[in-house]
């Protein structure tokens, strides 16, 4: 069975930083390109971040560039969400997704984990 077990959210005051995980299991973890999408209270999920199945080619929403990265290790089928320097409109549920992310396209919602709370504020 697929599964995505996201974690490492939690409450953070504005400029902290946060690192997510996923672990997977149920699949081929590198035959998939992997995303992380958010969604706040009110607005539409958000493509955050994507990374191909190698590796070596990444997305970022504007809002997270220069302050994301989205590594994986795929020894370990894992994937990351390194936060830096957090926001209070960075405040959102995380998931992990399989499948592509980018500006105008999300994985399907059935290809989401649970979730993990991500809230910055002072």
């Known amino acids: 069975q697929v599964q995505l077990v996201e974690s490492g959210g939690g409450m953070v005051q504005p400029g902290g930083s946060l690192r997510l995980s996923c672990v997977a299991s149920?699949?081929?973890?590198?035959?998939?390109?992997m995303s992380w999408v958010r969604q706040s209270p009110g607005k539409e999920p958000e493509s955050v971040s994507g990374?191909?199945?190698?590796?070596?080619?990444?997305y970022y929403a504007d809002s997270a560039k220069g302050r994301f990265t989205i590594p994986r290790d795929n020894a370990k089928n894992a994937l990351y969400l390194q936060m830096n320097n957090l926001k209070p409109e960075d405040t959102a549920l995380y998931y992990c997704?399989?499948?592509?992310?980018?500006?105008?396209?999300?994985?399907?919602?059935?290809?989401w984990g649970q979730g993990t709370q991500v809230t910055v504020s002072s």
């Open positions: 990374i191909n199945q190698r590796g070596d080619s990444t």
């Open positions: 997704a399989r499948g592509l992310g980018n500006y105008n396209w999300i994985p399907g919602r059935e290809s």
């Open positions: 149920g699949f081929t973890f590198t035959d998939y390109h």
